[in-house]
């Protein structure tokens, strides 16, 4: 007992905030040796990270417990109840550790980076923490202060690296972004300051305390904006393809891998669990705005000529299933839309870093220019086609479990009636049509056919073995959730009962 | 007994090893698994034959003690819901594992040698395995979720299939509306399903019939709701076996490989379809009117794939309306509830077919050496013709499944048909009169295809009565198109074979030139042999190698002998066929009463008249397609018939070109489908993307633009003269005073 608890005394979770922003700004310590070495120290840093994760989610957090483990609680600025206060529960674990693998791997990618690759990789560890922190953070200020912390590397990260048109984007996405974030700002500081005696920042507490209704459709307002930009939720969605479509690859991996998943991640964290009557009123909104989200995104897609932009709107059309599952306030939609959330974090990675790789070679990003190129790169071509089935819910890969039990929670739900029901169901499922006509167009128009390049041939290489490392360890996961889904879903089954508690017994 | 029942699950399993490996090997170790080739094939073909031996002992088990057996494991488990996987062995099971895994091992077999020079030889067979996994997954499957699951699986193998000479254009678009017209199937395959999942809450097959039944007794369900629902899970069967509004895809689908026509697209994958009505026949039994609008899109496809089937020159293609055809028949089978006969006709017809497609895949093996490797002369009947001489053990296995598709007695198909043809007249009138029409088109164009292939002349090498070398690129016409009265007015049907009006026969020859051109680059890095090519004039097709001709003669002794299955051997005894024995526990509507009173004399008078009909259209597509020269003899019975009718020729004419064009067109639906809905899709695709950009975009860079302006108008005012501030400070002042002063005494 005496052991167990001085075991649990051990700040891990401090320890894998921390490290990776740390040993990034040791980068700019490290002798000049060239890029070689500052990219193996990043590589080495987020292995690492990777691996301490592992190890403490391994060991020290049991599964079955749905409350919050792995819990620190130092005081930080005593004059407003400010907490440095860290703990995972089940939601949180699996986007964690898919921030990390997703890093990890990006920092794999960010390979040919060469100008300026030290403040590169540093901003990388820095987003590093500051997801892992808004993953982790059990205190609503320091949920905003990592929340912040991660918007600022992606901002250097798409100016100084992107493509033509970067600063444009990057300046959309900090303006889009920072506007969602004063209403989030807004938003903590009124839940915090609401109880009259103290400022209270605690989630635990917050979960359980209850405001007067108008009160806390205004709270659930303004954190859905911060959250419905992030996410994005049309209309809020066009940083969304002018960053995808500018950013290097590796961001990219990043932003539609894990940044995206931030948003939804707070909306169940927040939204949800610390709103849960204005949630309940305001979720068959969400499941209109999903369900048009998904069609609108998904039929913009196809007129998309850059193939970034394109996937860009096939991620905005995925997360119109994640709206869907958390509005549909059922046991089974929240896990799917849990599911989906690492699901599209691995899929959307993928396909970001397949179209880069494939753009680095033939330099041209818009699909009437390009054209046959599985000829010169069946690899690519191999690895792009199985994301893309994997994209559009084929069966045996992550994403058809999601949906499908996405479906599941829409039609068990108890809260809406029959005929609303079936359009739903009618809607997003045409979706399903709609999804494979961008897809599988796109990569008919990359890779069949034929085109005789100017360029010449000795140009172009198939991908080598860092890359085809980098897209095999994404596949291999996908597939794995799709034979096995309670892989993912064991983590949060019991935290999802918890949470949708709330909405029955209050 | 119970020994093979519990080691079943590893059915679809077995041939899962070979993509797996494969797929690795190529990924990781190109060239050592190159090196390997051959070794892949036999070894797909070996776990092949093991589901094989397997699914025959559960045959003969299911046989003698007729016993559903099922097994069920929990796949996901939530507190809400729980998914399963399991395997349900019974009669249908074990005939379509049967069906699949025969056919798969001769088209195996077949394309060793059939694809033995292509680049894509080991992801071939990879493709080929996987589909084996999924489609024995497909029949194996024990609930509704699993059907979906693999039907998905099937249908991106037949995806990965159509688009596997991913350099064709052609292919690249055939194979993605493959997909795209197949999930839209699926959509309604989905929608059914969780349609069935809110009536009844699960989805194991069962359960699904049982409470069904109960609650359809007890009038507990919206009727509305159910038939919508049972229409939509019909959906997915009309997309996957090429139904009317969805068939579109099956003839563009002859792109892939033929060996993958063969066994995909005509005898097992496009039967999925069948294998989902037939398994949830319980369930559509009891609604009425979904019977009744199953058989109706039968007999819509039976004559519209016949039809449309009459004036291909692709062979591939002519063959791929027939399968849609000869589906619509299983369909309609289906719909009039004689579920025996439409499994009988789905056994029969994939061995026929399957027959064929490696038939005209053998021709189009030797004509490639001829006229090049492009699909649009090696499938092109216009150049084939005479290839008797050339090609003969092809010609008569060719002939055997022409013969057994038209139904000509000894031969397989002829039984089933038979006992379809003869349920529909118990069932509807109008439906029969179709059907049996539908039977003499079928004998027609069947028999058009095999004459215009392998008899007459060798037609690349064509020459005319003047003596001039023809162009070989002149579009076949069925009756002639237009040019009729202008050539060879003396000599009618002569031109049957190669009218076309001068100019648009060599602006034709032009273009198809310019292809030819494109293709013979890109073809070259695929093909390792050297290319023939134009220049090698008179040289002449040559018979398939062994290998091939191996797995079309297995074939032929399966569509010879395949029909026994289901032919009552015994009057005194009832139920001595194999098939209606091992189908007995299932439900059989029209014959429950009919199985009593059919005696030979019945059999041999509907028999009699289905033959008839059927040689009546051989009769026809011999008069119209012997070709002329070869038998001169003929020439005066033809004229004599052609002055006979000469007073109404131009009506005639008329009426011939209008079914010309509509089948050339193939209905004009796939133009119809074109405008309207990719058209639309598009149309949609560039609202969105101008609404996206213009409006919601735009109001966004519109307020970046006016606090841009907003922000150089301050920096205008704040420009640093300290005259406009004392200027601005003084004003505010001043109007400060004066409000204040008029507030003052207002107060």
Known sequence: MYLAFTTNFFPWLTIIVVLPIFAGSLIFFLPHRGNRSIRWYTLCICILELLLMTYTFCYHFQLDDPLIQLVENYQWIKFFDFHWRLGIDGLSIGPILLTGFITTLATLAAWPVTRDSRLFHFLMLAMYSGQIGSFASRDLLLFFIMWELELIPVYLLLSMWGGKKRLYSATKFILYTAGGSVFLLMGVLGV???????????????????????????????????????????????????????????????????????????????????????????????????????????????????LKKRIAYSSVSHMGFIIIGISSITDTGLNGAILQIISHGFIGAALFFLAGTSYDRIRLAYLDEVGGIAILMPKIFTMFSSFSMASLALPGMSGFVAELIIFFGIITSQKYLLMPKILIIFVMAIGMILTPIYLLSMSRQMFYGYKLFNVPNSYFFDSGPRELFVSISILLPVIGIGIYPDLVLSLSVDRVEVILSNFFYR | MEHTYQYAWIIPFVPLPVPVLIGVGLFLFPTATKNLRRMWAFQSVLLLSIVMILSIDLFIQQLNSSSIYQCIWSWIINNDFSLEFGYLIDPLTSIMSILITTVGILVLIYSDNYMFHDQGYLRFFAYMSLF?????????????????????????????????????????????????????????????????YWIIGSFEFRDLFEIFKNLISNNEVNVLFVILCAVLLFAGAVAKSAQFPLHVWLPDAMEGPTPISALIHAATMVAAGIFLVARLFPLFIVIP????????????????????????????????????????????????????????????????????????????????????????????????????????????????????????????????????????????????????????????????????????????????????????????????????????????????????????????????????????????????????????????????????????????????????????????????????????????LLHQNSK?????????????????????????????????????????????????????????????????????????????????????????????????RRIIDGITNGVGVISFFVGEGIKYVGGGRISFYLFFYLSFVSIFLLIFYFFYILI
């Open chain 1, 192 to 306: 915090g300051l609401y109880s009259f005696n103290e400022p209270t920042l605690n989630f635990e507490t917050l979960a359980n305390q209850s405001y007067p209704v108008a009160l806390e459709i205004i709270f659930y307002i303004g954190f859905f904006i911060a959250f419905a930009v992030k996410l994005p939720i049309i209309p809020l969605h066009t940083w969304l393809p002018d960053t995808h479509g500018e950013a290097h690859y590796s961001t990219c991996m990043l932003l539609a891998g894990i940044l995206l998943k931030m948003g939804a991640y707070g909306l169940v964290r927040i939204n949800m669990e610390l709103l849960p009557h204005a949630h309940s009123i305001f979720s068959p909104w969400l499941i209109i705005v999903g369900t048009m989200q998904i069609i609108y995104a998904a039929s913009t897609s196809p007129s998309q000529h850059n």
């Open chain 2, 132 to 196: 084996s996994t999924s489609m024995l997954g497909l029949v194996t499957s024990s609930n509704l979720i699993q059907i979906y699951i693999f039907w998905e699986l099937v249908g991106m193998c037949s995806y990965l299939l159509i688009g596997f000479w991913f350099t064709r254009p052609i292919a690249a678009n055939a194979c993605q509306k493959a997909f795209v017209t197949n999930r839209v199937g699926d959509f309604g395959l989905l929608l059914g399903i969780l349609g069935f």
């Open chain 2, 596 to 692: 009593n009173y059919m005696d030979w004399y019945e059999f041999v008078k509907d028999a009699s008249f289905s033959v008839s009909i059927a040689s009546f259209g051989i009769f026809i597509a011999l008069f119209l397609y012997k070709p002329v020269y070869s038998s001169l003899q003929n020439l005066d019975l033809i004229n004599f018939f052609v002055k006979k009718i000469g007073s109404k020729r131009i009506l005639w004419n008329k009426i011939i070109n209008i079914i010309y064009d509509w089948s050339y067109n193939r209905g004009y639906i796939d133009a119809f489908y074109t405008t309207s809905l990719t058209g639309g899709v598009r149309g949609l695709a560039e609202l969105t993307h101008f609404f996206d």
């Open chain 2, 289 to 588: 009117y979904i019977m009744n609008f199953i058989s109706l899109i039968g007999i819509i496809t039976v004559f519209l794939g016949a039809t449309l089937a009459l004036a291909q020159k692709d062979i591939k293609r002519g063959l791929a309306y027939s399968t849609m055809s000869q589906l619509g028949y299983m369909m309609l089978a289906l719909g009039m509830g004689s579920y025996r006969t439409a499994l009988f006709h789905l056994i029969t017809h994939a061995y026929s077919k399957a027959l064929l497609f490696l038939g005209s895949g053998s021709v189009i093996h030797s004509m490639e050496t001829v006229v090049g490797y492009s699909p649009d002369k090696s499938q092109n009947m216009v150049l084939m013709g005479g290839l008797t001489k050339h090609v003969p053990i092809t010609k008569t296995a060719f002939l055997l499944g022409t013969l057994s598709l038209c139904g000509i007695p000894p031969l397989a198909c002829f039984w089933s048909k038979d006992e379809i043809l003869n349920d529909s007249w118990l069932y509807s009138p109008i439906f029969a009169i179709i059907a049996w029409s539908t039977a003499g088109l079928t004998a027609f164009y069947m028999f058009r295809i095999y004459l215009l292939t392998f008899e007459g002349h060798f037609n690349v090498h064509f020459q005319n009565y003047s003596g001039k070398k023809s162009t070989p690129f002149y579009s076949i016409s069925l009756w002639g198109k237009g040019g009729l009265k202008t050539i060879n007015k003396g000599l009618p049907l002569l031109s049957l074979l190669r009218i076309n009006s001068n100019e648009s026969a060599s602006f034709f020859s032009k273009k198809t030139y310019q292809i030819d051109e494109n293709v013979r680059k890109i073809t070259r890095p695929f093909i390792t042999i050297p290319y023939f090519g134009n220049n090698n004039t008179y040289s002449y097709p040559y018979e398939s190698d062994n290998t091939m001709l191996f797995s079309l003669l297995v074939l032929v002794l399966f569509t010879l002998f395949v029909g026994s299955i289901g032919i009552p051997f015994n009057q005194e005894e009832r139920d001595l066929d194999i098939l209606s024995k091992s189908l007995t526990p299932s439900i059989n």
